[in-house]
């Protein structure tokens, strides 16, 4: 398929801005793929598509406080550092963007408060930089959490406020290292959690951290020519029996987002079950595409041509996302990060 297949026009005002409170108050489209039905439900309504004995795969990423913003030793000159993962724990050595680039060079230093500053060891790109906290300042995930801001993504036309931060993480982030959350996973409250566990529905844990790579657009008009930036993801050996089990008993296997969806279809073995794994992936998944270990996507609504919305074309067929999309757009759907939901059946 092309890249221009996957344009559609999204106006800005069908862009949330905030999330709906309670969470799981958000609208759900329930697409089916066999019928090519689409129903209209509330996402706490989800449950009602599942049995006992399902499972329902979940990303335990934590989105980072990744935007520090700091002065350069002698000038003064305000410096904004995001944060983009860890490469070195023992020695405190981060890849990050600056801004203003053209203002921080190799052996700069740029100073966050009295406890924390980070030395420019390297550049990486245009704005790209490799740098070294200082040892004493501790853990650094603890010390951006302090002081960091919420990573809102670019289409967000506003600053981060204090509620982002608990907004802008899903109820299972455990494990740091995102940029940008796992958006599906942001409509589950512990309430529907519980209710689904209570019909013997179990939720198991895969982590992978999302990278800036999420908002990149794809640049090529052949998808076969796109390179997607890699991800560092794990699947857990009790995560894996938990799943094929399933799959033997012949129960669904809900997965949660498209993050969740890559890390699994990353690591399946010979025979179409999951295999625990550990590593980096940059897997795009794009129509056509044999899913092995997903049988229920739930996501979000996507950008216009964005690697996200691809992936779920290839699940749900993309005649039928491409008319639910229409269909969103035109009954008030709220798209994109802190907007309404899918579940593709």
Not at 192 to 206: D, N, Q, S, T
């Amino acid at each position: 398929m092309k890249l221009s297949e996957f344009q559609y026009n999204l106006p800005k005002t069908a862009i949330a801005k905030n999330p709906v409170s309670p969470r799981d108050k958000a609208k759900l489209m329930v697409l089916n793929r066999t019928t090519g039905d689409i129903e209209q439900k509330k996402f706490s309504d989800i449950v009602g598509f599942m049995q006992k004995g399902d499972v329902v795969v979940i990303n335990q990423t934590k989105v980072m406080q990744a935007r520090l913003f700091g002065k350069k030793e002698r000038t003064n000159a305000k410096i904004e550092v995001f944060v983009l993962r860890e490469l070195n724990k023992e020695e405190n050595i981060w890849d990050v963007i600056v801004d203003p680039a053209r203002k921080v060079r190799i052996g700069n230093r740029i100073y966050f408060n009295d406890k924390l500053w980070c030395e420019v060891i390297d550049n990486t790109t245009s704005r790209g930089r490799t740098v070294r906290f200082n040892e004493d300042a501790g853990d650094i995930f603890k010390a951006i959490e302090k002081i960091g801001h919420t990573p809102l993504p670019p289409y967000i036309k506003r600053d981060a406020v204090a509620s982002d931060k608990d907004n802008y993480q899903t109820i299972f982030a455990e494990v740091d290292g995102s940029v940008a959350a796992p958006t599906a996973g942001l409509h589950f409250t512990p309430s529907l959690v519980k209710k689904a566990e209570k019909l013997g529905v179990k939720f198991v844990p895969v982590i992978l951290h999302i990278g800036l790579g999420t908002f990149r657009p794809v640049e090529v008009e052949d998808l076969t020519k796109h390179r997607m930036d890699s991800e560092y993801f794990e699947i857990p050996d009790e995560t894996a029996k938990v799943i094929n089990k399933a799959l033997d008993d012949k129960k669904n296997v809900f997965v949660v987002g498209t993050s969740t969806c890559r890390a699994l279809e990353s690591s399946v073995t010979a025979d179409g079950f999951a295999k625990p794994n550990s590593g980096w992936t940059d897997k795009f998944i794009f129509p056509p595409y044999e899913f092995r270990v997903t049988k229920k996507l739930i996501t979000n609504f996507h950008q216009p041509e964005s690697t996200l919305m691809m992936l779920a074309a290839a699940f749900g067929g993309y005649d039928l996302i491409m008319k639910s999309y229409k269909k969103a757009l035109k009954d008030g759907y709220r798209f994109l990060s802190y907007g309404d939901a899918m579940l593709i059946i």
